[in-house]
């Protein structure tokens, strides 16, 4: 059984930046696959980033929904159990909760950022623009 708690959510301003964690606790040793989605009202679930680990953290790939990449960054951390998203110069259209998810699949996925890859999840922070 694998918790995932994220945290870091808050108000952006355009051209400023914003880091969101996710906490992994539980069963983490066979977890390869590692995703942040946001929500915003009235919207679909979107995946944004999503960081895949073969045999170990320093050996992955990074996918990124086309909207965010260049701005955003998704990064994991073994020795802490954490993953990251870094937010730089977001958007208004940013504002939404974020979510992580994680699977145990090994094996690399077709499409990795749809939401039906991963069997586990947190239950969100929420990021909101300023004004």
């Known amino acids: 059984q694998v918790q995932l708690v994220e945290s870091g959510g808050g108000s952006v301003q355009a051209g400023g930046s914003l880091r969101l964690s996710c906490a992994v606790s539980?069963?983490?040793?066979?977890?390869?696959?590692m995703a942040w989605f946001r929500q915003a009202p009235g919207k679909e679930r979107e995946g944004v980033a999503t960081?895949?680990?073969?045999?170990?953290?320093?050996?992955?790939?990074?996918y990124y929904a086309d909207s965010v990449k260049g701005r955003f960054t998704v990064s994991r951390d073994g020795a802490k159990n954490a993953m990251y998203l870094q937010l730089d110069n977001p958007k208004l259209e940013d504002s939404a909760m974020y979510y992580c998810?994680?699977?145990?699949?090994?094996?690399?996925?077709?499409?990795?950022?749809?939401?039906?890859?991963?069997?586990?999840w947190g239950p969100g922070t929420q990021v909101h623009d300023s004004s």
């Open positions: 960081i895949y680990t073969e045999n170990g953290v320093e050996d992955h790939s990074t």
């Open positions: 539980g069963y983490t040793d066979n977890i390869h696959w």
């Open positions: 998810a994680s699977s145990a699949y090994y094996y690399p996925f077709p499409t990795p950022l749809s939401g039906q890859n991963y069997p586990d």
